[in-house]
């Protein structure tokens, strides 16, 4: 599956963004995806992710209650709305798909097979 991750731009503290992941290829459905940032100077950081078995959610503690992902399998498409940014949310944003639906398993980048190329967020006033 080929996924690829848009939606990022420079907004102000407080605004909101909608990052969306568009996958093509193999059925998209059967696939967990997640979210991920690497912010400059750090290491990646999962942010958030959707079990393609059940939909449930997942988020880092940082995320919950600001962050929703969600998914459209109809349009091959998984979403992150971002409300409330901060910014050290400023970072790079990747989606990834993994054929895994724990929890344990997609919380964690090693179970992700498939990765887009990022979208840069930048939060600044």
């Known amino acids: 599956v080929q996924l690829q991750a848009s939606g990022g731009g420079l907004v102000q503290p407080g605004d909101s963004l909608r990052l969306s992941c568009a996958g093509s290829?193999?059925?998209?459905?059967?696939?967990?995806i997640g979210w991920f940032r690497q912010a400059p100077g750090k290491g990646r950081e999962w942010v958030a992710a959707?079990?393609?078995?059940?939909?449930?959610?997942y988020y880092a503690d940082s995320m919950k209650g600001r962050f929703t992902i969600s998914r459209d399998n109809a349009k091959n498409t998984v979403y992150l709305q971002m409300n409330d940014l901060k910014p050290e949310d400023t970072a790079v944003y990747y989606c990834?798909?993994?054929?895994?639906?724990?929890?344990?398993?997609?919380?964690?980048?090693?179970?992700?097979?498939?990765w887009g190329q990022g979208t840069l967020v930048t939060v600044s006033s």
């Open positions: 290829g193999r059925a998209f459905s059967i696939y967990s």
């Open positions: 959707i079990s393609y078995r059940d939909r449930n959610q």
């Open positions: 990834a798909a993994s054929g895994y639906y724990s929890r344990s398993d997609i919380v964690t980048d090693y179970r992700y097979d498939y």
